[in-house]
């Protein structure tokens, strides 16, 4: 019966499975890490686009009730304008 020892370095080819399980380790463990903060970071720029889709969507609404505020001030000040004018084509003599 042969020793393990007596046909090469029995412990050379363990340090060798050693090194190579601690680089699959390192490895494996490095792309675990690199694809769980793609996924958060991915995650975060979802949440920020949703935000500003929001947002927009907020102000495109406050907008348009300022426009239609500014519009209707404006038909107001020009009826008045308007009655103005007329009373000064007739001679300042409001008519009722």
């Known amino acids: 019966m042969t020793n393990p020892q007596d ?3 029995f412990f050379a080819s363990w340090g060798f ?3 190579a399980v601690a680089a699959a380790w390192t490895v494996v463990t490095g ?3 690199f ?5 958060m970071r991915v995650g975060m ?3 920020g ?3 500003r889709e929001v947002n927009t969507e907020r102000r495109h609404k406050e907008n348009l009730a300022a426009w239609d505020r500014i519009d209707n001030r404006v038909a107001q000040l020009t009826a ?3 009655g103005v004018v007329d009373r000064g084509q007739n ?3 409001r008519r009722y």
């Open 7 to 9: 046909s090469g370095n």
């Open 17 to 19: 499975v050693e090194f």
């Open 31 to 33: 792309l675990a890490g």
């Open 35 to 39: 694809v769980y903060r793609l996924t």
């Open 45 to 47: 720029l979802e949440d």
């Open 49 to 51: 686009a949703e935000l």
């Open 80 to 82: 008045r304008l308007d």
């Open 91 to 93: 001679g300042g003599i």
